[in-house]
Each structure stands twice: as C-alpha cells, then as structure tokens.
C-alpha cells in the first residue's frame, strides 16, 4: 500500500509529534508498505533527512512573508500546502492511506484528495492548550498567540467535523473531543501508541539496591510539568535517601536549580537533555510524572516498557487532566495521587519508599510494569489497528 504521513515538521525535528510519525512510518515500512513523507523543507537539515530512512519526502518551502504575518499565518500556510498536494497527487497519483497529524494539512488534503482514507490524529486538543497572559511577553505578544490558537482551533475543528477517522492516544483526549464537539466525537477511536523497543531491552539493566531510592523524570521544565511540587515534597523528605534525577532543560530550569540550591537538596541532579532516557529509566526505581496536563504521557510508555513503576496525578476536577488513571493501576503498575497537593506527593513518595523495602512486592510490581507495556505499546501494533479502522467504516 502506498501510505502518506504528513506533519509540518518531521525528523531531524525533534519532539513528541515527530517521533511518533517517525515510529510510525519505521512500522509501516518493516510491514512492506510503501511510505511517502509530505512535510515542511529543513534546509539546513536537508542532508541529514536524505541520508536517515529508505522513506520518500516531498517538502515544501514556508513563505517568510507568511511567517511575518503571524496573525493569519495559518490560513496562509494552508493555502501553500493545499497547492503542494495538489502537484503531488498530479505527480504520483492519490495515495491509498493519508494519516495527518498537522490539521492545516489534514484539511488541505480533505480539500483537495479524493481518497476517504484518510486519518487525522490530533497532538492534542487545542482548547485546552490555553495561552495564559503570564506566558507572554506583552499584551500584544497575547493577541497575537491567542489569534494564532483560534486559527489552530479553528483547523481542528474541520478535521473533527468532515475527517471520518480520528485517532487519539487516550480516553482523556476523547473526552475533551466529545465535550467540545459532541457527536461529532462519535467517530474518534482510541488506540495507545508504541514504544521505542530501546525501552523494553532497558528493563533487563536494573539492579535492586534496598538502601536507596532513585526517582526520575523526563521532560520539558515548564510549570505545566510541575517539577517544583516535587521539590517541595523532597524538602520535607530531606532525611530520606531519596536520589531525583531530573533529564531535560525547559524555561523553569534556573528556577527549580535555585529551588534545590537554597534548600541544600544535595540528592538532586538536573542532567540536562538526554538522546539515551533509557539509561536513566532502566537505573531508577520509580518514575515520577507530576504534570497538570498530559494527552496521553508517552513518558509513561517508556517508563513501564523499562519495568518502572510510575507516580502521577488522577485527572483532579480545576486542577489536573490527565490519563494517568487508564494508563496506570494503583497499586500494580504504580502510585496514583487523588489530590492536587505538595502533601500528597509527599504521601505518594513516602509510599514509594515503602514498596521499594519490600523486594518480592516491589519486584512484581516492575514485573507487571514490563508485561503490560508489551500488550499496550507496540508500533506495528498501533500502525495494523490504524488501517484496520480505515478499512471498518467502508
């Protein structure tokens, strides 16, 4: 089958989009079908691209006078990649699968496609992604992103309304697409994504040590990752042997290094970004992800494949949403905090030390994380189920 993947950005971009695409089409590929990359032209990177995949791009070029424009920068730019496909499909004819995660091209290739087969995945759902005035740096600067996220919302919805197949990576997101869509969420199916095999092979490097307990996240330090109630409960947990290694960098590293600094946490490590997180996942004993908003958590993926049990926040009602809850059980595969609180994540650590002392527990427990991560997250897997859908609705 000759199967289209189209993003604004893909590999060498760095990100959780463009990785999941580029799992995506590596799946596709190994089960012999014929894949095509329509994406934006890196032209710094364009040789780094050619040299990475047997895959075949198509690339355009992004008017800097559309980038200028910012306030009708999508519409824009919509007009540029309708164009685009267009000559593509007069050059190599219509596909038999289109999967978008970009919805500016998802609904240009509905305009212009005649192929139904089509797939739209959503990277979230952007009414949720609310630009806050203290994220900007003027009152213009939040005119502007507020404009910008309206014409984001503004091409989702199109997709949502007139894309027959929509797929989302948790019940979470499906929810918040019906809540603002209503029926015409009926169409959106739930399939979780895969995980790097890197991962499931990390899970047989770790060695039980019941002196100790090392924690770990992975991710962006920015406020809606919430790092800092961490601290806040390692303060109070001070004589506890509680090693935390933090891997990533983000707008809110100065503050949390300052954070620990002042507060004498010498078991706290910031170790930057990281090309190997499975190192890391696969010499730590519980995986902390204290977010205030996460889609689906690929984190949480990669955690469990490793065999790492998890910590992270329920969706809490004004305060948290997340996919925690149907990712993770209580007890089994990790630690749910039912309230929003540096006290309850103090309580969730705490209960964390205690299942590490025991090692028959804590070692099922890692067990069980490994098993399932085999069943749930798989890319062949999740690539099959995606085709499997587009063929069911004919």
Same mark, same amino acid.
């Given at each position: 089958?000759?199967?289209?993947?189209? !993003?604004?950005?893909? =590999?060498?971009?760095?990100?959780?989009?463009? !990785?999941?695409?580029?799992?995506?089409?590596?799946?596709?590929?190994?089960?012999?079908?014929?894949?095509?990359?329509?994406?934006?032209?890196?032209?710094?990177?364009?040789?780094?691209?050619?040299?990475?995949?047997?895959?075949?791009?198509?690339? $355009? !070029?992004?008017?800097?006078?559309?980038?200028?424009?910012?306030?009708?920068?999508?519409?824009?730019?919509?007009?540029?990649?309708?164009?685009?496909?267009?000559?593509?499909?007069?050059?190599?004819?219509?596909?038999?699968?289109?999967?978008?995660?970009?919805?500016?091209?998802?609904?240009? $290739?509905?305009?212009?496609?005649?192929?139904?087969?089509? &797939?739209?995945?959503?990277?979230?759902?952007?009414?949720?992604?609310?630009?806050?005035?203290?994220? @900007?740096? #003027?009152?213009?600067?939040?005119?502007?992103?507020?404009?910008?996220?309206?014409?984001?919302?503004?091409?989702?919805?199109?997709?949502?309304?007139?894309?027959?197949?929509?797929?989302?990576?948790?019940? !979470?997101?499906?929810?918040?697409?019906?809540? %603002?869509?209503?029926? *015409?969420?009926?169409?959106?199916?739930?399939?979780?994504?895969?995980?790097?095999?890197?991962?499931?092979?990390?899970?047989?490097? $770790?060695?039980?040590?019941?002196?100790?307990?090392?924690?770990?996240?992975?991710? %962006?330090?920015?406020?809606?990752?919430?790092?800092?109630?961490?601290?806040?409960?390692?303060? /109070?947990?001070?004589?506890?042997?509680? =090693?935390?290694?933090?891997?990533?960098? +983000?707008?809110?590293?100065?503050?949390?290094?300052?954070?620990?600094?002042?507060?004498?946490?010498?078991?706290? *490590?910031?170790?930057?970004?990281?090309?190997?997180?499975?190192?890391?996942?696969?010499? *730590?004993?519980?995986?902390?992800?204290?977010?205030? $908003?996460?889609?689906? +958590?690929?984190?949480?993926?990669?955690? &469990?494949?490793?065999?790492?049990?998890?910590?992270?926040?329920?969706?809490?009602? +004004?305060?948290?949403?997340?996919?925690?809850?149907?990712?993770?059980?209580?007890?089994? @595969?990790?630690?749910?905090?039912?309230?929003?609180?540096?006290? #309850?994540?103090?309580?969730?650590?705490?209960?964390?030390?205690?299942?590490?002392?025991?090692?028959?527990?804590?070692?099922?427990?890692?067990?069980?994380?490994?098993? /399932?991560?085999? @069943?749930?997250?798989?890319?062949?897997?999740?690539?099959?189920? *995606?085709?499997?859908?587009?063929?069911?609705?004919?």
């Amino acid at each position: 089958m000759k199967i289209w993947l189209m !993003n604004r950005y893909y =590999y060498p971009n760095v990100g959780g989009i463009e !990785n999941s695409l580029f799992y995506i089409s590596k799946a596709l590929t190994e089960q012999g079908h014929s894949v095509i990359i329509l994406t934006q032209k890196l032209v710094d990177k364009e040789a780094e691209r050619r040299e990475y995949a047997n895959l075949k791009y198509y690339t $355009y !070029n992004e008017n800097k006078l559309i980038r200028l424009f910012f306030p009708l920068r999508l519409l824009n730019r919509y007009i540029v990649v309708k164009k685009y496909i267009g000559e593509i499909i007069s050059e190599v004819g219509e596909p038999d699968y289109v999967i978008s995660r970009d919805p500016v091209m998802g609904w240009a $290739y509905k305009k212009v496609g005649k192929n139904n087969k089509i &797939m739209y995945i959503p990277p979230s759902v952007f009414a949720y992604n609310k630009i806050q005035k203290e994220n @900007t740096n #003027s009152l213009l600067h939040y005119i502007v992103m507020n404009t910008y996220q309206k014409e984001e919302q503004w091409f989702q919805e199109q997709c949502f309304r007139h894309i027959k197949y929509v797929i989302v990576f948790s019940r !979470n997101v499906k929810a918040q697409i019906m809540k %603002r869509m209503g029926k *015409c969420g009926n169409n959106v199916k739930v399939l979780y994504p895969g995980c790097d095999e890197k991962f499931f092979d990390s899970s047989k490097q $770790y060695a039980y040590n019941k002196d100790i307990i090392k924690i770990l996240f992975v991710g %962006r330090l920015v406020e809606d990752k919430n790092v800092m109630m961490v601290l806040k409960a390692l303060k /109070e947990l001070k004589n506890q042997n509680i =090693y935390f290694d933090v891997v990533g960098d +983000g707008m809110q590293k100065k503050l949390l290094e300052d954070f620990v600094r002042q507060n004498n946490l010498e078991k706290v *490590c910031f170790r930057g970004k990281s090309n190997t997180p499975e190192e890391y996942y696969a010499q *730590c004993d519980f995986f902390v992800l204290p977010s205030k $908003y996460e889609a689906f +958590g690929q984190v949480i993926a990669e955690s &469990m494949a490793s065999g790492t049990p998890v910590i992270g926040f329920r969706t809490i009602l +004004g305060k948290t949403l997340t996919a925690v809850e149907e990712l993770i059980e209580d007890d089994v @595969t990790g630690i749910i905090i039912k309230d929003f609180s540096v006290a #309850s994540m103090k309580e969730a650590l705490s209960k964390a030390i205690e299942i590490k002392r025991d090692e028959v527990k804590y070692m099922q427990m890692r067990q069980r994380c490994s098993q /399932e991560a085999k @069943t749930k997250f798989r890319w062949g897997n999740f690539v099959h189920q *995606c085709l499997v859908a587009m063929e069911e609705k004919q």
